[in-house]
């Protein structure tokens, strides 16, 4: 069966620091993969969505970067940390050739607290 | 562009009934539903792929008017644990299965 790992669960970093945040999926091959990001007590923002490795779509411009080095791999960066980064965010995947016919499924996600 | 919920909340006593609607100004492909408990990740409920198609899943369902970009989601009598925020989520044609959330509708289930 599919897994959908992510980590750290939650971190809390000063401004400026950088940021490297994973998720990593299992028993599947060729995901679409998916950054989500959650404020407190809002919705859910799309980030960043991969369709293949090295193949990165950027939704919102702004201080964070995504990269797919492998293909179930999908890291989320950051150079310097802004406070508004602080949120909830939340990796996901589904089935790449049929995305839109499936559910997506999330790891647990990373509370992230920007001081 | 970001579907529209209503209501953003809804308070309920075990046993009653709920709806809770999503509606976009473009083309879509797809609807999903998803429910959200504090603190927790998104669970997925139900996708809906056809104009006027309906689904079920125990007392939960949902329908999709494709021509009118509008689904409904319908919780019967309401169980303490339906308590959570639902999301609808949207797929448009040609966008490789992007899904845009709606804002959420809380909804809280009291005894």
């Known amino acids: 069966s599919q897994t959908i790992h992510q980590w750290p669960a939650t971190l809390v970093q000063p401004v400026g620091s950088p940021l490297s945040l994973e998720c990593t999926v299992e028993g599947t091959s060729n995901p679409n993969l998916y950054w989500y990001r959650q404020a407190a007590g809002r919705g859910l923002q799309l980030l960043f969505y991969?369709?293949?490795?090295?193949?990165i779509s950027s939704e919102v411009p702004q201080n964070l970067s995504a990269s797919r080095p492998q293909d179930r791999q999908f890291i989320l960066s950051s150079k310097k940390l802004l406070l508004s980064d602080s949120g909830f965010y939340l990796c996901?995947?589904?089935?790449?050739?049929?995305?839109?016919?499936?559910?997506?499924?999330f790891g647990s996600g990373t509370r992230l607290t920007v001081v | 562009q970001q579907p529209v919920q209503s209501p953003q909340a809804v308070i309920l006593r075990e046993g009653e009934d709920a709806v809770i609607n999503c509606s976009s100004s473009k083309a879509l492909y797809s609807v999903h539903w998803y429910r959200q408990k504090h603190g927790e990740a998104p669970v997925f409920l139900m996708i809906l792929l056809k104009g006027g198609e309906q689904k079920g899943h125990e007392k939960i369902s949902a329908s999709f008017n494709e021509k009118k970009q509008q689904s409904s989601l319908y919780l019967t009598a309401s169980q303490l644990s339906y308590s959570g925020t639902y999301f609808c989520g949207t797929t448009q044609y040609n966008q490789g299965g992007k899904l845009i959330f709606g804002q959420g509708t809380e909804l809280s289930v009291k005894p």
């Open positions: 991969s369709v293949g490795i090295g193949q």
């Open positions: 996901a995947w589904s089935a790449l050739r049929q995305a839109a016919n499936y559910g997506y499924t």
